[in-house]
């Protein structure tokens, strides 16, 4: 890894803050990062809120599914949170709204209950 990939390992290019009943809840992002050996994509984030404290990687053939599958990931780490489940998560003051997208496959997970 160069002086150059080190810096923007990260370099955080996104961040947002949900509220829950808990208090607030903060997600980051960094820069999509090329691996050498491979040729992938790597996206670091991470998740702080008064009860869940999350880091992860995720990895995509390029910058765009790197980003994409980070964006999901985060969806569905925030859902399945305790401010997620039981703290009224909600983004921009909006009911049932994270922010986030989920894997289609966990999407009637994430939709309001009637």
Partial sequence: M???DHENAMTICARRTLESSYGPVAVWITVPRE????????????????RTQR????????????????????????????EGQTGGLRWLDTAYEIGFPVP???????SPKK
């Fill in 2 to 4: 160069t002086k150059k």
């Fill in 35 to 50: 691996e050498t050996e491979t040729g992938d994509f790597l996206c670091d984030y991470g998740i702080a809120g008064p």
């Fill in 55 to 82: 880091r992860g990687s995720v990895m995509g053939i390029d910058a765009f599914q790197a980003l994409q599958l980070t964006m999901e990931r985060i969806g569905t780490e925030l859902l399945f949170s305790e």
């Fill in 104 to 110: 289609a496959s966990i999407e009637d997970l994430a």
